[in-house]
């Protein structure tokens, strides 16, 4: 099942850089299973967003999401397969850090356009994170010649950017603009 564009075990481009194939295989793999832990803890982070979150259409998109990252664990599951591994996730301590930030922002934010907006906050930290493993991912395995898992990582990485282009429709939109006004009216209760 695993596809190398080159027979001669190293490609040109891997060459190019001077890195043996089977070292740029091995971070390629870690990587992966970095990101599997990541998108598997998400599954479990978005639904404690959800249920902090008071705009619908905030609400509307979260939900959206989750559904897209349980797809998304099912198709790094299938990049393992292209590879012939089994999938395996160890744990990424910066995603880690992210749903505890994200966690502790939800805690300490004000109900309402002001949570929300940290929600956006801390959401649009996890996808630029994502954003950034998905597009190096892509690349080791352009390099690597591995064409399936290319196209899997990539249809990832574009939904990943299509996520984080919504909420910052969403925080431009209305959610930042209700928090500054929520702030405005504290100060002036102050």
């Not at 998108?39 to 982070?45: Q, R």
Request: aromatic residues 4%.
């Amino acid at each position: 099942m695993k596809t190398k564009s080159k027979t001669s075990g190293k490609s040109s481009e891997s060459m190019q850089y001077g890195m043996d194939e089977s070292t740029l295989m091995k971070l390629f793999e870690n990587e992966l299973k970095d990101i599997y832990w990541a998108e598997k803890a998400l599954t479990k982070a978005i639904p404690k967003m959800i249920k902090k979150a008071t705009s619908d259409e905030l609400i509307e998109a979260l939900e959206s999401h989750l559904e897209e990252t349980e797809n998304q664990v099912k198709r790094v599951e299938r990049v393992f397969e292209s590879i012939d591994k089994k999938p395996i996730a160890k744990k990424c301590e910066a995603m880690n850090g992210l749903i505890k930030e994200a966690e502790e922002i939800m805690k300490e934010s004000q109900e309402g356009a002001m949570r929300d907006a940290g929600i956006i906050t801390a959401s649009q930290k996890v996808e630029h994170y994502e954003i950034a493993s998905y597009g190096t991912l892509r690349t080791f395995a352009q390099t690597l010649g591995l064409d399936e898992a290319v196209t899997l990582l990539d249809e990832i990485l574009e939904e990943e950017k299509s996520a984080d282009e919504k909420l910052t429709q969403i925080a431009q939109s209305t959610i930042n603009i209700m928090a500054a006004m929520e702030t405005e009216e504290a100060e002036e209760e102050e």
